[in-house]
């Protein structure tokens, strides 16, 4: 067996492609501590800053006093405590939903879910550029599995009138994690409701940073449940935590709670997390200072970036995306990148298209406009 595997990661190395893990000695912050080297972190995704706030640790350590580190069951057997559930229907309410339903984590909620809604005689159709877990979803879902063209509402009508399945679903990113553009929700919404088609948007890197109250993309645009039906959101970006949800009406969460099978056997996350994610909430309603000074940041960085000349995507999330195309340049750039003290993704197939890889930064509420400038410099120089 190792001789096989082994063959394959030579060739994935070879071709610049290998992954390497990266130990952090530290907390998520926006400095880090990396092999004893202070950092500054332009590639975590907590968006708002809340992955160390202190008001949040207290919550957490207080759930803790309560329901202790465990849950010990799955949410059907014994698992789904008083903390988890004051959740969900708090989530239900900032989503103007009649219910939600978590999720241990973002990947098993989208495969939970299109498992749960389509079968052997539908049609799931998906962004060509959709998360990995999506994907996933819709392959093993065993419906007959289709993609669309990024963004493209005529593609996705041509393709949904071709089809005669029982049931159809329409599913897309809210904001698109490798190139942080937006799905045009509005429009697949009326694609689909002409089709007779549900839609589902995972909304993972637009909840809490996108919408006057940080409910995310649906809220931005404006859309109603009969639009959206299937919202889901994950709580380990902007909200600082752990975990995922499924937010719609009682028809869907019940089905799911039926249905979905990486809900029914699995542990329920630890109650303590729940906790701490309802203090996080009131923290991403109250204090709209940090998406404003968010924002703030991702225009400074996206005027300087164009200043220098970066060959920045079309993004005003705080997934900046700066193309480089050669595998090798990139890994080289990302080097020199981390010996000046900073930290960004580099991106590479099969994670986005051959010929389009890019560092990913992605920028925070806690960032200072002198580390912006900072980056930038370093950036320029490399």
């Not at 903390?83 to 990947?107: D, I, M, N, V």
């Not at 599913?171 to 929700?185: E, I």
């Not at 990148?337 to 580099?346: K, P, R, S, T, Y």
Request: proline share 3%; hydrophobic share 40%; charged share 20%.
């Amino acid at each position: 067996m190792d001789s096989l595997l082994l063959q394959n990661l030579e060739k994935r190395k070879q071709n610049n492609l290998y992954r390497t893990r990266v130990t952090v000695d530290s907390g998520c912050a926006e400095k880090i501590s990396v092999k004893g080297q202070q950092v500054h972190n332009f590639c975590s995704n907590d968006y708002l800053g809340l992955a160390d706030n202190k008001t949040i640790a207290n919550a957490f350590k207080q759930g803790i006093e309560t329901y202790g580190v465990g849950s010990g069951a799955s949410h059907l057997i014994s698992g789904h405590s008083k903390a988890h559930h004051e959740l969900e229907e708090q989530l239900a309410e900032f989503t103007g939903r009649p219910k939600a339903l978590l999720f241990s984590s973002g990947y098993m909620a989208n495969m939970g879910v299109i498992g749960a809604l389509v079968g052997r005689s539908d049609l799931v159709l998906e962004d060509y550029l959709n998360h990995a877990s999506l994907l996933d979803g819709g392959l093993l879902s065993r419906a007959s599995f289709k993609r669309f063209k990024h963004r493209d509402t005529a593609d996705l009508q041509q393709k949904l009138a071709q089809s005669n399945a029982p049931r159809k679903l329409v599913v897309t990113d809210g904001v698109f994690s490798m190139d942080g553009d937006l799905a045009p929700l509005k429009d697949l919404a009326a694609v689909a409701q002409q089709n007779n088609a549900w839609l589902m948007a995972d909304d993972a890197h637009g909840f809490g940073v996108l919408g006057k109250t940080g409910a995310g993309l649906v809220e931005d645009q404006n859309l109603s449940i009969d639009e959206v039906p299937v919202l889901m959101g994950t709580l380990g970006k902007a909200f600082g935590t752990y975990g995922a949800f499924v937010a719609g009406s009682e028809a869907l969460i019940e089905t799911l709670v039926q249905f979905s099978r990486s809900y029914i056997y699995t542990t329920a996350p630890p109650p303590a997390v729940a906790v701490a994610t309802m203090a996080s909430l009131q923290l991403v309603k109250s204090e709209q200072w940090r998406r404003d000074k968010l924002n703030q940041l991702i225009s400074r960085f996206r005027q300087g970036a164009q200043q220098i000349g970066l060959n920045i995507m079309d993004s005003n999330t705080p997934i900046q995306p700066i193309l480089v195309g050669s595998d090798e340049k990139l890994l080289e750039i990302n080097h020199r990148l981390i010996e000046q003290g900073f930290m960004v993704g580099a991106i590479r197939p099969p994670t986005v298209p051959e010929g389009t890889g890019r560092l990913r930064v992605t920028l925070c509420t806690n960032h200072s406009e002198q580390q912006i400038d900072a980056l930038l410099d370093a950036l320029d120089q490399c």
